[in-house]
């Protein structure tokens, strides 16, 4: 059965692997966007990564906004857009420093201070709401990226699902990101049973990132099942 509990843990453990302690001290300050994705169920947020600091991380973290009412409308909202092909939302924190989302920093940040936009906040999004508090839940991953070149790609691309709860409804995946260049690519998937898969490995054949149809060949689902939410590579090179 799908366990996010453990599934954190577990890139959690991965990630103390290989990122030294001395890494939490680093300085990340800048203004991270994010895209925003969820349901009813709960929220999501995964900054923007860029191979240059302050922006090589990738984090995905789960949230919930201070004020009931905002965190309700905006849920609402994203189940209603749930199966609407043009479903991209981004927030837009306070400058802060990236790396106090590290899971072992000495002082890590439990909340945020937020816009909201429909669609791309630097590509003609329109703000839904400003200067709104949101807590953070927990972080679910946190990946400095290697910024050096010429580096061998992997033959396969690893897409981590991320839920709610372990009874959800609404499922996502997110390609996790190695050395460049990359994709950013998140999606959400309609209607199945992920009991028994917390990620997918999908063939890239030399691409950046899977297509929708070996994404569905893979999880033995229909293209239609798969909504493309975000898909970024310019900003990865």
Do not use: C
Not at 22 to 39: E, R
Not at 105 to 133: A, C, M, W
Not at 213 to 228: H, M, R, T
């Amino acid at each position: 059965m799908f366990k996010p509990k453990f599934l954190t843990v577990f890139f959690i453990a991965i990630v103390n692997f290989i990122s030294p302690v001395s890494h939490a001290n680093d300085s990340h300050f800048g203004m991270h966007g994010m895209t925003l994705f969820g349901s009813n169920e709960g929220l999501f947020a995964s900054h923007l990564p860029m191979y240059h600091q302050p922006h090589n991380i990738q984090m995905v973290m789960q949230f919930h906004f201070r004020d009931p009412d905002i965190d309700k409308a905006i849920k609402q909202k994203l189940t209603q857009q749930s199966s609407q092909s043009d479903q991209l939302w981004t927030i837009v924190p306070k400058p802060f420093d990236l790396m106090r989302l590290h899971p072992i920093h000495t002082n890590p940040l439990n909340q945020l201070q937020i816009d909201v936009v429909e669609g791309h906040f630097e590509r003609g999004g329109s703000k839904r709401y400003s200067d709104q508090d949101i807590v953070i839940d927990k972080v679910i991953v946190f990946s400095e990226l290697s910024m050096l070149t010429d580096q061998n790609k992997a033959p396969n691309a690893q897409y981590l699902v991320i839920a709610a709860n372990a009874e959800s409804q609404h499922h996502f995946l997110i390609k996790l990101i190695e050395n460049r260049p990359e994709a950013d690519h998140l999606l959400r998937v309609l209607n199945h049973d992920f009991s028994t898969q917390s990620q997918v490995t999908v063939p890239l054949n030399g691409n950046l990132h899977s297509s929708i149809d070996a994404l569905a060949k893979s999880l033995s689902i229909k293209p239609q099942q798969l909504i493309e939410i975000y898909l970024e590579t310019g900003e990865l090179q």
